[in-house]
């Protein structure tokens, strides 16, 4: 039997222009499978609410729903319901991106009510947050979510595509998911977009993120001043409601670029020595798979999916989350050792396109799609 196209549709919290992982790889993950001959339809936020409401910029229909709020300043409330319900039976596959948003839980709820194959593919978010760095009431705001509505949207897709390990054991155990429909899909990087980084003089060590608590902004100026100490260069990339924070209590000679465009990101990283991510709650992040792609090493707090990509000694160094003294003292022993930088750096840029190149993880999705729609 012969190529045969599936008419799918794609639904992620937000589209272009917000560039964060999720959104990144729906996007990403739609162009890949629209140049294989599939029939793609996006449905997404409109964010800003000046933005179009549709357009065809990716050469397939996007739709982009009023977004009432932005609940904790990450998740967008936007309609769907009635939509979803009217044109479902149009498409082969309904795969909506999330951690869990009122995106999936609508879709969850429309699934009760009519037959159609539903995916949903967890990006990370889950487990508790820290108290103490969200503040107590978006902790029990969370934890009552999770309990509820988000447990009962789980239990009603298909299939669940997870992105990393840590997350489907979470999956199964916290939220009580049904470990035959879960599958361990990595993100992805397009990786012919990156090119491999040289080790730096000065050395340069780049966070790139939202500038949001569970990031690790509390413990960023204490990082960057010690490091600074060494003579390396702290770049911070990206924008977020703790920007002024950092400019606040950071050493006058971090540089601070603001957010930039998905196109910006591989000559920053080009121009990188070393990728810091002090944050303590993470699914698989795409940025640690954008630096490997780079031929950039990582230092990490060892949290969610992350040891799954930074590999200790091997792709980065993994330092127990809140560790301070280990973090700081692994990123300059390995801008010092330019004989293990070398070994990292290329096993780095090997294994992005091993393991975690678009064209192999779409690959992989394809199959689950098949897999699915010959089950109904």
Not at 65 to 71: D, G, P, Q, T
Not at 177 to 197: G, R, Y
Not at 295 to 306: H, K, L, Q, T, W
């Amino acid at each position: 039997m012969g190529f045969v196209s599936m008419r799918i549709l794609q639904v992620s919290p937000y589209g272009p222009p917000m560039s964060g992982g999720s959104e990144s790889f729906c996007f990403n993950l739609s162009r890949y499978l629209h140049k294989r001959g599939h029939d793609i339809t996006v449905w997404t936020g409109r964010y800003p609410r000046s933005g179009p409401k549709a357009d065809y910029s990716e050469g397939f229909p996007i739709k982009r729903f009023f977004c009432a709020s932005y609940v904790w300043e990450v998740n967008p409330a936007f309609f769907i319901i009635p939509d979803i319900l009217r044109v479902v039976s149009k498409f082969d596959i309904v795969h909506v991106h999330s951690y869990i948003y009122f995106s999936a839980n609508q879709l969850a709820f429309c699934r009760l009510l009519k037959r159609f194959p539903l995916i949903l593919h967890m990006h990370g978010g889950l487990g508790d947050l820290n108290p103490k760095l969200v503040g107590k009431w978006r902790f029990i705001a969370k934890r009552f979510y999770d309990k509820t509505f988000a447990r009962a949207t789980i239990m009603v897709p298909d299939k669940i595509i997870s992105v990393s390990e840590s997350d489907t054991k979470t999956l199964i155990n916290n939220y009580k998911a049904n470990p035959n429909k879960i599958v361990t899909i990595p993100n992805a990087v397009e990786t012919s977009k990156f090119s491999m980084t040289e080790q730096h003089n000065p050395k340069v060590a780049t966070f790139i993120g939202r500038l949001v608590p569970w990031k690790g902004t509390a413990q960023m100026p204490i990082i960057f001043k010690k490091l600074i100490k060494k003579n390396i260069h702290v770049r911070v990339v990206g924008d977020g409601p703790d920007m002024n924070f950092l400019k606040k209590n950071c050493n006058k000679s971090v540089e601070f670029t603001g957010k930039l465009s998905k196109k910006e990101i591989p000559n920053i990283l080009k121009n990188t020595s070393v990728l810091i991510l002090p944050s303590f709650l993470e699914g698989l992040p795409t940025v640690c798979l954008e630096a490997m792609a780079s031929g950039v090493p990582s230092v990490a707090y060892d949290i969610g999916g992350v040891k799954e990509v930074v590999k200790d000694y091997e792709t980065g160094f993994l330092i127990k989350k809140g560790d301070i003294k280990s973090f700081v003292d692994r990123t300059i022993q390995l801008l010092e050792d330019s004989q293990q930088y070398g070994r990292m750096s290329k096993l780095c840029y090997e294994r992005a396109r091993l393991i975690y190149d678009f064209d192999v993880v779409t690959s992989e999705i394809e199959k689950e799609y098949r897999s699915l729609i010959n089950e109904n």
